[in-house]
C-alpha cells in the first residue's frame, strides 16, 4: 500500500452521529505505531474523544502491534494525544461542555508528508427515529440511482 491509499474509516460514527464541525487532528505516535498504520492495521470501531487537562486525547482506537517489532512495540489499545491548535482546543472543549456535543474520530490517514492524521467531527447523537429516517433515505437514493441507470 502506498502512502496516499492509507484511509481507515470509522463508518458506524457517520450513522450513531449527525456530523457538525470537521477537525483535522494530527497524532502523537511512539515508534512501531506509524509502521502498523501505514500496513493498515487500525481500527476506529468504537473510538471517541475527550478532554484531559485542556489536552485532546483519543481512546478505544486500535493500532495492531507492528509485525517485526520486538520488545519495543507499541502497546494495541492505549490513549493516543491529539494535536490542534489552542484556539480550535478551547472552542471544542466549550462545545462539548456547554450544548452536549461529543467528539468522534471519523477518518484515519496519511497525508502528503507522511504523517498520520486524524479527522475528527464535532457531533450530536442522533435519536433511533433519525437513524431509520437516514436509512430510509439511502434506499431511496440507491432505488433512484438504479432506475435512472437503466435510462
Known sequence: MTQQQINIK??????DYELLDKYIAGIQLFGTEIKSIRGGHASLVDSYCFFNKGELWVKGMKISEYFYGTFNNHIPERERKLLLQKKELVKLERKTKESGLTIVPLRLFINERGLAKLEI??????KEYDKRETLKEKDSKRELDRVTKHF
Open 121 to 126: 467531527y464535532l457531533a450530536r447523537g442522533k
Open 10 to 15: 470509522n463508518k458506524r460514527a457517520a450513522f
